[in-house]
T-cell receptor, first 110, second 112 residues
């Protein structure tokens, strides 16, 4: 499975957009990019996923570069409740082997 | 009610004891997973099951065993608990045609 690299931590001002980067330079053609977040020690929560096109849902947007070697998760208007650890994962479709790295700790500040 | 439940939520036990953690889901998913999380680190896959008759080892299966009693139930056992198995344990499920996983609230296990 492809390995991902994320910054250890980031800060963001409340109300501003939070842009969380992820590098996955060894991603294979059949691997999807998934994002989850974990608030405190709760179970991780699914945010969004994509293959090659940009995706948007009610929580966030996912921008994947054309070469698919990196992606950015965008929280358009961060709130204090978005403070969490964000995990970027690349996963072969339907193989069930998601590898969670250490993620990025996002702190949203007033 | 929560779609994925785990029992117990907290457990303190002693070295050498056998421990079972249980996971139940009402999402109707075939696939279930057990993860371990050490403090400040990401999740590591222990075991996963694609259906009742299919069980697979993950990254860190040594010292653990699992049982898939039904589509909705997946149990994790520590045959002889040791202190370095102190961690948060999460159960998750996913549907057959998606890799989106839905997690339970976790079990905090402390082995003294």
């Amino acid at each position: 499975d492809a390995k991902t690299t994320q910054p250890t931590s980031m800060d963001c001002a409340e109300g501003r957009a939070a842009n969380l980067p992820c590098n996955h330079s060894t991603i294979s053609g059949n691997e999807y990019v998934y994002w989850y977040r974990q608030i405190h020690s709760q179970g991780p929560q699914y945010i969004i996923h994509g293959l090659k096109n940009n995706e948007t849902n009610e929580m966030a947007s996912l921008i994947i570069t054309e070469d698919r070697k990196s992606s950015t998760l965008i929280l358009p208007h961060a709130t204090l409740r978005d403070t969490a650890v964000y995990y970027c994962i690349v996963s072969p479709l339907h193989q069930g082997k998601s590898t969670f790295g250490d993620g990025t700790t996002l702190t949203v500040k007033p | 009610d929560a779609d994925v439940t785990q029992t117990p939520r907290n457990r303190i036990t002693k070295t050498g004891k056998r421990i079972m953690l249980e996971c139940s889901q009402t999402k109707g998913h075939d696939r279930m997973y057990w993860y371990r999380q050490d403090p400040g680190l990401g999740l590591q896959l222990i075991y996963y099951s694609f259906d009742v008759k299919d069980i697979n080892k993950g990254e860190i299966s040594d010292g653990y065993s699992v049982s898939r009693q039904a589509q909705a139930k997946f149990s994790l056992s520590l045959e002889s608990a040791i202190p370095n198995q102190t961690a948060l344990y999460f159960c998750a499920t996913s549907g057959e045609n998606t890799d989106t996983q839905y997690f339970g609230p976790g079990t905090r296990l402390t082995v003294l």
